[in-house]
């Protein structure tokens, strides 16, 4: 397997794989993998004032989501003892950002700030250079914005092996974030257990239920702004309306590079498309329908949903949730990145049993499992008591 292949390769040699990897697929010739801070100074120079105002007033936004999210812990107390949990940021995380067509500077910061907030002590990024080796200016503000403590440039599974073994110049962290192509997933998947991850994302997806109060422009932008994620991502449109679905139709036959991932298909009803969304348990749900909160509490598993004339690109950019979500099913058992990723639990027992009965309820539990030692170990704590 050619991943596995590039994996032990960063492993053994390390800085020289990457950057012989990043100047193979990258076309980048790199001295070095690190973001240096006049590359930073000459990237918050060049990007312009109101983009600049516009990233500091996204970061806010986000900043604002995840400090709501914060985790706590709550401690249980009773006459049997105390009982809580640590709850503590992971030390080192490596957030990985997609470069290439389009270098996701949402990404960086929906990765960073909550990993900011959280707490995280060590915070880094990767991403691919582009082809002069330099990073995109406003990538670099938008990491800048989340202080992330270090940018690497470096993408696809060499990142990722990069991350998980470390290198002389790159740190090796505990848990490893963000999407990328089927290389960064395949490599996730692969590291996962030495490292720690957050998911296994799959294309991107789109389900838009609709009826004859939709405007048709739109529900055809948002299923065509999906499309444009990628060749293999898919847009879905289940609609009441014979009006919607013809217009819908004719808009999108006009995008000849995206059409082929838009499916339109007529329903008989609303409980139809309800239940098609379902069995999909799709990335984005949109609900482009007259009264959208009356059909809320009918809808099953989506990573995200979206309610009337809200366009899935809110959420891609700038309402708070993370833009993270889970893919192909996921959404059925797992849900949207949120900042108690970024968090480690551990429980914190103190028992206090003056009369010996808790002991002994563990004690007997043990001798139902059959395990004599912890039985013991618990009666000899009831003993005498």
């Known amino acids: 397997m050619r991943v596995r292949r590039i994996l032990d390769d960063v492993r053994r040699r390390g800085d020289r794989a990457v950057l012989d990897y990043t100047a193979k697929w990258d076309k980048a010739k ?20 109101e983009e600049r105002r516009v990233l500091e007033q996204v970061a806010e936004r986000f900043r604002r989501f995840y400090e709501a999210q914060k985790m706590r812990s709550v401690p249980v107390v009773d006459k049997t003892g105390f009982y809580s949990e640590r709850v503590a940021p992971i030390d080192r995380v490596g957030l990985y950002v997609p470069g ?17 907030v959280a707490g995280v002590p060590e915070r880094y990024a990767a991403t691919p250079p582009q082809r002069d080796g330099s990073i995109l200016p406003h990538m670099l503000v938008a990491a800048k914005l989340s202080d ?14 990069a991350f998980a073994f470390g290198t002389k110049t790159v740190r090796r962290v505990d848990k490893i974030f963000g999407p990328g192509n089927t290389y960064v997933t395949t490599a996730k998947s692969l590291v996962f257990g030495l490292v720690g991850i957050d998911t296994l994302a799959g294309p991107s997806e789109l389900v838009v239920i609709a009826d004859d109060s939709a405007d048709a422009e739109l529900v055809a932008e948002d299923l065509l702004a999906q499309a444009e994620h990628g060749e293999d991502s898919q847009a879905i449109l289940l609609t009441t309306s014979r009006r919607i679905e013809c217009e819908v139709k004719e808009i999108v036959s006009t995008e000849t590079h995206l059409k082929k991932q838009i499916h339109v298909f007529l329903a008989r009803s609303l409980k139809t498309c309800v239940e098609a969304a379902a069995d999909q348990a799709p990335e984005h749900l949109s609900l482009a329908v007259q009264e959208p909160e009356k059909l809320l509490p009918d809808i099953g598993p989506a990573g995200a949903i979206f309610l ?22 996921a959404a059925r058992f797992s849900s949207a990145l949120s900042i108690e990723a970024f968090y480690r639990r551990s429980s914190i ?37």
């Open 349 to 385: 027992v103190n028992v206090r049993d003056p009369d010996g009965e808790l002991s002994r309820l563990g004690a007997v539990m043990a001798e139902i499992e059959g395990l004599s030692h912890h039985s013991r170990s618990l009666r000899l704590r009831a003993r005498g008591k």
């Open 30 to 49: 790199l001295k070095s993998l690190l973001v240096t801070k006049q590359e930073f100074t000459r990237a918050e120079r060049s990007v312009p004032v």
């Open 100 to 116: 290439g067509r389009a270098p996701l500077v949402s990404t960086m910061l929906m990765l960073g700030i909550p990993a900011q």
């Open 148 to 161: 992330v403590t270090a940018v690497y440039k470096m993408g696809g599974a060499q990142a990722i092996g």
């Open 308 to 329: 009337g004339s809200t366009a899935v690109a809110h959420g891609d950019y700038v309402a708070g949730p993370n833009h993270t979500l889970p893919t192909a099913g």
